[in-house]
């Protein structure tokens, strides 16, 4: 599995868009990207998934760039419960958990 | 989406004892996962269940530690034997989902364990 490198630490004011980062320059042809998120130490929540074409659902959107080689979480509109830690991987099951990003919304 | 119930959700062991931690999905899954994710860091794969095999290990991990058992799809456990201060960990459950046409991963809410 392809390795994904992410900032560690982001702010972003409440109300405003999040926009997350994440690296990912050996993925391969038919390997999906995965974002996850852990708040306080809960298990990790899935966001959404994506293999070359944008996406969207209900809680945040993924815009993976033409090469594919890197990718950005949008949450269009942050709230403090967003605050926690954003995991960027690539494929499911057997995926290398890198450090993430903590994100902190603020007030 | 899968539900998964992880159990206990936490523990305080002694030194020397083991802890058999229960995971119960509620529906048939065919790849079942344990992870362990220490203070302060990211989520490490322990092994993959699958529902009449042996589990499969990853690096640094052995089955005389961490013997796994999966005797249905919708049920696994993880035993953390002859536990130290060191096994102090969160440990998660997770399973694959391939509703729709591609996979999803979903974790229980995991095992706080703390070893004196």
């Known amino acids: 599995d392809a390795k994904t490198t992410q900032p560690p630490s982001m702010d972003c004011a409440e109300g405003r868009a999040a926009n997350l980062p994440c690296n990912h320059s050996?993925?391969?042809?038919?390997?999906?990207v995965y974002w996850y998120r852990q708040i306080h130490s809960q298990g990790p929540q899935y966001i959404i998934h994506?293999?070359?074409n944008n996406e969207t659902n209900e809680m945040a959107s993924l815009i993976i760039t033409e090469d594919r080689k890197s990718s950005t979480l949008i949450l269009p509109h942050a709230t403090l419960r967003d605050t926690a830690v954003y995991y960027c991987?690539?494929?499911?099951?057997?995926?290398?958990f890198g450090d993430g990003t903590t994100l902190t919304v603020k007030p | 989406s899968a539900v998964i119930s992880q159990k206990p959700s936490r523990d305080i062991c002694q030194r020397g004892t083991s802890l058999t931690i229960q995971c119960q999905v509620d529906?048939?899954?065919?790849?079942m996962f344990w992870y362990r994710q220490q203070p302060g860091q990211s989520l490490t794969l322990i092994a993959t269940?699958?529902?009449?095999?042996?589990?499969?290990?990853e690096s640094g991990f052995v089955i005389d530690k961490f013997p796994i058992s999966r005797p249905n799809l919708t049920f696994s456990t993880l035993t953390v034997s002859n536990m130290s201060p060191e096994d102090s960990s969160i440990y998660l459950c997770?399973?694959?989902?391939?509703?729709?046409?591609?996979?999803?991963?979903?974790f229980g809410s995991g095992t706080q364990l703390s070893v004196l």
């Open positions: 997770s399973v694959e989902d391939w509703t729709g046409s591609n996979e999803k991963l979903f």
């Open positions: 050996t993925i391969s042809g038919n390997e999906y």
């Open positions: 994506g293999l070359k």
């Open positions: 991987i690539v494929n499911a099951g057997k995926s290398t």
């Open positions: 529906s048939q899954v065919t790849m």
């Open positions: 269940a699958n529902q009449g095999s042996e589990a499969t290990y």
